[in-house]
């Protein structure tokens, strides 16, 4: 199986300093979800991981976040795309979970679901965080010029990423990066 596991917040949507909320707050970022439907066409299965400690610090409800994915799952679907799973952490920072990025449980959680080798997976974020949770578990990470990355453009890459990072001006390029390969994954030596 070809996966691909993508953040959420500043990777496929506008991210927010005071929590994306409402379903009315949840605004795609241009070509991003044209970008995940080229990559199922392309035969990518692809899931989100998402740290959304909103859920923690009771800022918003469980009912709010399914509200909120229900319209990305409907957005995606018109332009006949999917995501086949979203794994999401709910705690607050202060909890000690495994769960949230930069540790590796959604991750972990992901792997174990779908049956994969995660050395042969790619991730894409706009954080430190979200590579760092990937590369933890052997994933391959891209960074996405967009989101919190957005001031990076132009910048040489900070030492908290990973070293074998792949920078990509947003989404779109990094799909066109990816289906350009012919959808051969990159093998890791045993």
């Not at 949770?133 to 960074?143: D, E, R």
């Not at 990355?149 to 910048?155: F, P, T, V, Y």
Request: proline share 7%; hydrophobic share 40%; with cysteine.
């Amino acid at each position: 199986m070809k996966l691909v596991i993508l953040d959420r917040d500043g990777t496929i949507n506008i991210d927010s300093d005071v929590f994306i909320k409402t379903p009315e707050e949840w605004v795609p970022l241009p070509g991003a979800l044209e970008a995940i439907a080229r990559l199922n066409h392309a035969g990518w299965h692809v899931a989100v991981a998402s740290n959304q400690s909103g859920l923690g610090r009771g800022l918003f409800d469980v009912a709010s976040l399914n509200a909120i994915h229900a319209k990305m799952h409907k957005a995606l679907a018109a332009l006949g795309g999917r995501i086949d799973a979203v794994f999401y952490c709910p705690h607050s920072p202060d909890e000690g979970c495994q769960c949230r990025k930069p540790l590796p449980g959604l991750f972990e959680q992901i792997g174990e679901r779908f049956g994969v080798d995660l050395r042969a997976t790619h991730v894409v974020g706009d954080t430190p965080r979200d590579l760092q949770a990937g590369a933890a578990v052997g994933c391959q990470p891209h960074l996405v010029l967009t989101g919190k990355a957005e001031a990076l453009r132009g910048q040489p890459m900070p030492g908290e990423y990973p070293s074998h990072t792949r920078v990509h001006h947003d989404l779109g390029a990094f799909a066109d990066w990816l289906i350009s390969r012919s959808g051969s994954v990159p093998r890791m030596p045993s």
